[in-house]
């Protein structure tokens, strides 16, 4: 099963995190994915340490993308960062599979 394509219309732009360093951050080559579901809206999600933290949209992206949390993306012609993942994997029913990313 998969999500209708006439609801994926958004291109999220992602720059996937390679890793933390002493001068900061080191992020990967920006990739491309046409065809996500974005939603602008506030929403209370736990980050990676369990906090609750406010995040600003959410966007459902192809199971196959690399987008690991705190990672930077593009949405909306708007740059900001992953705070949490969900994975949504049928492992083969009938589901709509993909990850839903929440964004700052």
């Not at 809206?41 to 990676?48: C, E, G, H, Q």
């Not at 199971?63 to 992953?82: E, F, G, H, K, Q």
């Amino acid at each position: 099963m998969q999500i209708p394509a006439f609801l994926l219309n958004h291109t999220v732009l992602v720059e996937p995190l390679m890793g933390q360093y002493s001068q900061g951050a080191m992020y990967g080559e920006a990739v491309s994915y046409p065809d996500c579901y974005v939603e602008e809206k506030i929403t209370l999600v736990r980050d990676k340490t369990g906090q609750e933290v406010v995040s600003s949209g959410w966007a459902i992206m192809p199971l196959t993308a690399d987008v690991p949390v705190d990672s930077r993306v593009t949405v909306n012609n708007r740059p900001t960062t992953i705070l949490a993942l969900a994975i949504f994997d049928g492992k083969g029913l009938p589901t709509p599979d993909h990850k839903q990313v929440y964004f700052k």
